[in-house]
């Protein structure tokens, strides 16, 4: 008997090291989810039929959609405004949380029945939409952005490079405070977010998480991706932008432009001074440039730590990839119960920095060329020059590694000195 006994204890033990060995051999897709503060995850994992969440860049909500199945009819359909918690993970590795969001849309279809439930970031309040009637005058962007995050109890995040610009006039006429942010941001290629309580406003592709440290820099290889989608558009459908301005006492209409060349883009919006549509210029021309390659690219295995904004470095792909880098935009993670992918938006990043801008309005008659690349061991900006530096060519991208910037130098280079020879035959 006892014997018997020891023996079922032998087979019980054996059996719980297999499942272990089996769990820790293929990872498991996990979820945890929360509806105000209860744990619901067990009560649903026979009815999840998918979660999608976007995570999107800036002052869009970020989106979360739950499908749970009702083929015995006894799903209760949530109330709007109650409070859903995330977190997204694997068996191995553990679960990340992915925030909070509030219920504002609930459906059920069928058949199949099913219920869809849509949240959206909590983060983001309703009174940022509210319109409103102000101006400032002679004000940093620092102090306007302490204004709006006080209202609503935020605690405000500006970059060092962003908080003392000065700000000649902005009015705020029938605008919600997000719009506002989101124009401020467009005119100095800034981003406006709301994250874990704070109101960030930080350079693109510059970004600090919400604890104001910097974000991690991200390495993917050919191994990590299921499906990419690489675009290369023609960088002279635009050669630069223009916009126009008046100054103080003059009906005369002025203009700032930032690159050069025939086809120009103009901006809508008239400005108050030159320096403020110069600065309008450069981010819209920045935005142009860095659409001039944009790649899609899916994990087989979901990334829940991978957020907007951060950067990453691909290799195994094709060369004109791995040269440059890459700047997160909108993040969507897909998860079943028996996957969990994960889908970036990328699009190149450019150089940063005073001495970039500088540079950004020459359009002709180059001397030199000027690159700049990522350091790896630091992780900082650094340069590369080639020719004459008095008036030189700044290259787009910023390069993945000081090898594939000398490449880009040398290439441009070469380019340019058999297009002088050319223009000036002897």
Not at 22 to 28: C, Q, S, V
Not at 133 to 149: C, F, L, N
Not at 370 to 387: I, M, N, P
Request: glycine content about 8%.
């Amino acid at each position: 008997m006892i014997d018997q006994a020891l023996s079922q204890i032998d087979s019980y033990l054996n059996d719980a090291q297999a499942a272990m060995r089996e769990a820790n051999a293929y990872p498991r897709p996990i979820c945890r989810l929360e509806v105000d503060g209860r744990d619901i995850t067990a009560a649903i994992e026979q009815r999840l039929m998918s979660i999608e969440l976007t995570d999107n860049r800036g002052l869009t909500a970020d989106q979360l959609d739950v499908t749970l199945s009702d083929h015995d009819g006894r799903l209760v359909i949530p109330p709007k405004g109650a409070t859903l918690r995330l977190w997204l993970g694997w068996s191995d590795t553990g679960l990340v949380d992915k925030g909070s969001y509030t219920v504002d849309e609930t459906e059920h279809s069928g058949a199949p029945d099913q219920l869809n439930i849509r949240a959206r970031s909590v983060d983001l309040s309703a009174g940022l939409k509210v319109k409103r009637e102000r101006s400032w005058h002679d004000e940093t962007i620092e102090s306007v952005v302490q204004a709006i995050a006080g209202a609503y109890g935020l605690g405000p995040l500006v970059s060092a490079a962003l908080s003392a610009i000065k700000l000649v006039h902005l009015d705020q006429a029938n605008e919600s405070d997000a719009n506002l942010l989101s124009r401020l941001g467009q005119e100095h290629d800034a981003i406006a977010t709301v994250k874990a309580g704070k109101l960030l406003f930080m350079p693109i592709g510059n970004a600090t998480s919400a604890s104001g440290l910097n974000l991690p820099h991200i390495t993917l290889t050919r191994r990590d991706g299921d499906q990419h989608r690489f675009l290369q558009a023609d960088r002279d459908s635009y050669t630069g932008v223009r916009a126009f301005y008046y100054d103080v006492n003059s009906a005369e209409k002025k203009e700032a432009i930032s690159g050069g060349g025939d086809n120009i883009k103009d901006l809508r919006h008239s400005y108050t001074d030159q320096k403020t549509a110069l600065v309008a210029a450069r981010a819209e021309w920045n935005k142009l440039q860095r659409g001039t390659a944009t790649l899609s690219y899916s994990l087989a295995r979901g990334r829940p730590d991978l957020t907007p904004e951060l950067t990453y470095s691909l290799t195994g792909i094709k060369q004109e990839i791995a040269d440059i880098i890459w700047l997160g935009g909108n993040v969507k993670h897909s998860f079943t119960s028996d996957s969990f992918t994960t889908s970036l938006e990328l699009e190149s990043k450019l150089p940063d920095g005073d001495e970039v801008a500088e540079l950004a309005d020459d359009a002709k008659d180059y001397t030199g060329i000027v690159a700049w690349y990522r350091d790896k061991k630091s992780g900082k900006q650094q340069k590369l020059t080639e020719g004459d530096q008095s008036k030189p060519k700044r290259l787009t991208h910023l390069y993945e590694s000081k090898k594939s910037a000398q490449r880009a130098v040398e290439r441009e280079y070469k380019r340019l000195t058999a297009s002088k020879a050319v223009a000036t035959p002897s």
